[in-house]
């Protein structure tokens, strides 16, 4: 294997970066080397973060997806990431999309995707977009309200319209149900306006929230959606589609897969002519990309005297002695802190100029904060890190693919981080084909 690897040349395509051969952590320590290279040459900007994607992963999921829910076509959500090579990989797969803007829409087609592959998942649209997708040939999308029936009888009454439910995402990490989704209550009327208005409604679609850890919840959202196919029946439509959004842990997966084809199996025991699809964003990204940050600066914290930060250690875990300065924050990559919930770790990378960090350093409470001048950026507010960790220095981050690049800013003129692309994975060499015969 590793000497056919090593005959294979980077996949290369115009006009985006080549995706490298090569594991993950060695792509991260040739980041960290390379930035020390241009340092010497006194490049700017020598030392920036950078992301590490490992498309092999996505690739790696797809086939757990196909494993554990062969019934369920998976329509990748592309708002979680919309990487260019994730796009095309999952286009090369197969993949359906589950688009929420015209700029979605457009990236996704642009890929030679055929619009039918589409879903425009977002139940409150403006016209104009709802009039654009109708020229794409984008005809799948949902509602949860009138307003979005009229508009849609006015600018694209051929549409397929999938009604969002509102379901139980009490225990989601985001709870997308305090903004969209129909209650049942409100169906049948919602029904009623649609047949009046001659638009044809091709089922039912929901989402449990993003970031979904009780599988139960994707039980009781099938159930409800029986609910919604009966009301369906009784208004004079006769539904083909079922869609369970998305919301798919990666450590839960196997247990929610198990959990939603009991339900089917009890709710929708005759589904010959059932297609049942999803909209998985963070299940296929998350844990594909890593970051690596610099410590670009170091003080003790405003409460500490410089005599008490220069101890060297402290592992009182309530209060940091040490506030590190990385250049990343929560303006950039780590907006998944205020906008996604999320802690991310920090693990060292590199310390005092050398990847081996011995296991007997000793450990102190610190605090980690992003490069900008707001003191919300802080990306972790106590963690424990060596004692001799220090200016130049690299931490990685891991699990850093989901609501992460997508929405970074350049708050403070600070850039986006770049992503270096590897398919170091167990399945390298097939990525790297299905890559290859892309053509987009
Ligand atoms: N579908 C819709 C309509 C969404 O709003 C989202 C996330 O916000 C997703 C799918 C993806 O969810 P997840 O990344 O949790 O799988």
Redesign the pocket.
Known sequence: RAEEDDEEEDVVVPGLPPVLRGHRDVHLRRGVMKAAELATENEPDAEKAFYVADLSYVYQQHLRWKKNLPEIEPFY?V??NPDPYVLRLLAALGTGF?C?SNGEINQVLSLGVDPSRLIF??PCKATSFIRQSAKAGVDKM?FDNTDELYKIARVHPGAKLVVRILTDDSKSL?R?GLK?GAPLVTVPALLAKAKELNLDVIGVSF?VG???FDSNAFADAVMRARAAFDMGKDAGYNFTLLDV????EDPTFEATASVLKNALEEFFPARENLRIIA?????YVAKAFSLAANVIARRAPPNSTEAAWSQETDTDSEHPTVMYYINDGVYGAFNCILFDHQTPQPYVLSLNGSFHVPSTVPLRASSVWGPTCDSIDCVCSVTQLPSTLQVGDWLAFDNMG??TVCAASQFNGFQVSKVTYTTGGEHGKEVREVLRSFVA
């Open positions: 959500a708002k979680c589950d929420a998942a977002n949902t985001c997308l969209f989402h993003s970031g979904c959004g998305g919301g798919f909209e998985p964003g963070r299940y989901a609501y």
